[in-house]
């Protein structure tokens, strides 16, 4: 299937009233290397500089377990969700500290714990190797021995990457395949929890409150880099504003590993809705059943169950609402006209139908 996978991008959003909350969200979710100055520039007068980007790019954190953070301090204090914490949090809980249900806190540097398995890494640099790869492509080529090809460069070229800069090298697929991007990240093994809130706070409303809004809860957690068994030194991160968003501020949203399907054609979606969607669900479904029975059994249990459990609501939820949208009647007839136009387009258009 056509699909954009994104790394590291920007999100943004046009925050109209404070005291109701209410947001306009721009469209788009951008590329570090490709992000909408001219635009920000028109609408909101934002000018937009490299040194800005580059900023926010060095303070934004991808944690190996999934998921999005934030560099908040000098001393490599990282901000991130309480879901996003939750596996480490699983992993550092015993029957005696349950650190899930009952929260954590460690008041000084030697009081915070080391995360087993975890390792966070900061994009440092990206380059662009669409051309080395489309070049180990032979002539006339299969299907699969052109992604085979593909897949031998762009390993290749990670590991030639990672003995040359000692940076975690990873090349991704951008845009179904017509750009090859080589992401370089700085890598921290040693990271340790600091605070995280009890599940009650963390996860207000359960799964009845999860994706819908507004939503009251404090979905947040701590964790502290270190490198050489001091506190690192960061020199790119984003400072605390004590006053807040205030009414028609722009709001930008740094996140990875993100990705976007709005380049999916209209087979490919109706294929999502009719079958692979359906599919899905109900294999969660099932899971989770079986996981709420296993809980029921003890205390001891529903601890080791706990996070299985919210990753199948969690996704369960987010699938219900994908498929719902896909049978809104007019996404898919807008999805059609769009299309039709665009064949049109390259129809019309020597250049593109080469």
Same mark, same amino acid.
């Given at each position: 299937?056509?699909?954009?996978?994104?790394?590291?991008?920007?999100?943004?959003?046009?925050?109209?009233?404070?005291?109701?909350?209410?947001?306009?969200?721009?469209?788009?979710?951008?590329?570090?290397?490709?992000?909408?100055?001219?635009?920000?520039?028109?609408?909101?007068?934002?000018?937009?500089?490299?040194?800005?980007?580059?900023?926010?790019?060095?303070?934004?954190?991808?944690?190996?377990?999934?998921?999005?953070?934030?560099?908040?301090?000098?001393?490599?204090?990282?901000?991130?969700?309480?879901?996003?914490?939750?596996?480490?949090?699983?992993?550092?809980?015993?029957?005696?500290?349950?650190?899930?249900?009952?929260?954590?806190?460690?008041?000084?540097?030697?009081?915070?714990?080391?995360?087993?398995?975890?390792?966070?890494?900061?994009?440092?640099?990206?380059?662009?190797?669409?051309?080395?790869?489309?070049?180990?492509?032979?002539?006339?080529?299969?299907?699969?021995?052109?992604?085979?090809?593909?897949?031998?460069?762009?390993?290749?070229?990670?590991?030639?990457?990672?003995?040359? &800069?000692?940076?975690?090298?990873?090349?991704?697929?951008?845009?179904?395949?017509?750009?090859?991007?080589?992401?370089?990240?700085?890598?921290?093994?040693?990271?340790?929890?600091?605070?995280?809130?009890?599940?009650?706070?963390?996860?207000?409303?359960?799964?009845?409150?999860?994706?819908?809004?507004?939503?009251?809860?404090?979905?947040?957690?701590?964790?502290?880099?270190?490198?050489?068994?001091?506190?690192?030194?960061?020199?790119?991160?984003?400072?605390?504003?004590?006053?807040?968003?205030?009414?028609?501020?722009?709001?930008?949203?740094?996140?990875?590993?993100?990705?976007?399907?709005?380049?999916? &054609?209209?087979?490919?979606?109706?294929?999502?809705?009719?079958?692979?969607?359906?599919?899905?669900?109900?294999?969660?479904?099932?899971?989770?059943?079986?996981?709420?029975?296993?809980?029921?059994?003890?205390?001891? /249990?529903?601890?080791?169950?706990?996070?299985?459990?919210?990753?199948?609501?969690?996704?369960?939820?987010?699938?219900?609402?994908?498929?719902?949208?896909?049978?809104?009647?007019?996404?898919?007839?807008?999805?059609?006209?769009?299309?039709?136009?665009?064949?049109? /387009?390259?129809?019309?258009?020597?250049?593109?139908?080469?």
């Amino acid at each position: 299937m056509i699909h954009r996978k994104l790394a590291t991008a920007l999100l943004l959003a046009l925050t109209f009233g404070l005291g109701s909350l209410k947001l306009h969200a721009d469209e788009g979710m951008w590329l570090f290397t490709d992000l909408p100055s001219d635009q920000l520039k028109s609408r909101y007068g934002f000018t937009m500089t490299d040194e800005w980007a580059q900023h926010v790019m060095l303070s934004s954190v991808r944690f190996n377990s999934g998921g999005s953070a934030s560099f908040v301090s000098s001393t490599g204090l990282v901000l991130t969700n309480h879901h996003v914490a939750s596996d480490t949090l699983q992993k550092l809980s015993t029957p005696e500290h349950n650190y899930i249900e009952d929260g954590f806190y460690a008041p000084t540097h030697a009081q915070e714990v080391a995360a087993p398995d975890l390792e966070l890494n900061q994009l440092v640099s990206i380059e662009d190797v669409t051309a080395q790869v489309n070049a180990a492509v032979p002539a006339g080529a299969s299907v699969a021995e052109a992604a085979k090809a593909r897949r031998a460069v762009m390993s290749e070229i990670e590991q030639k990457s990672l003995d040359t &800069t000692g940076f975690r090298s990873d090349v991704v697929t951008l845009f179904g395949g017509a750009k090859y991007h080589l992401y370089r990240y700085k890598k921290y093994t040693d990271v340790r929890l600091v605070w995280a809130p009890e599940t009650k706070a963390a996860f207000f409303g359960g799964d009845a409150d999860n994706f819908e809004y507004p939503r009251y809860c404090l979905d947040v957690t701590l964790f502290r880099v270190y490198e050489d068994g001091k506190p690192a030194k960061i020199d790119h991160f984003l400072k605390f504003d004590e006053a807040g968003v205030q009414d028609g501020d722009l709001v930008f949203v740094s996140g990875n590993p993100g990705r976007t399907q709005r380049i999916f &054609t209209l087979d490919a979606l109706k294929y999502l809705r009719d079958h692979r969607l359906p599919y899905v669900l109900d294999y969660l479904r099932r899971l989770e059943v079986l996981m709420q029975q296993y809980s029921y059994e003890g205390e001891e /249990q529903k601890r080791r169950a706990r996070n299985l459990q919210f990753g199948i609501q969690n996704s369960r939820k987010a699938y219900t609402g994908m498929i719902q949208g896909l049978q809104n009647p007019s996404f898919l007839e807008k999805k059609a006209k769009d299309e039709a136009a665009l064949l049109k /387009q390259i129809k019309a258009s020597p250049e593109l139908k080469d």
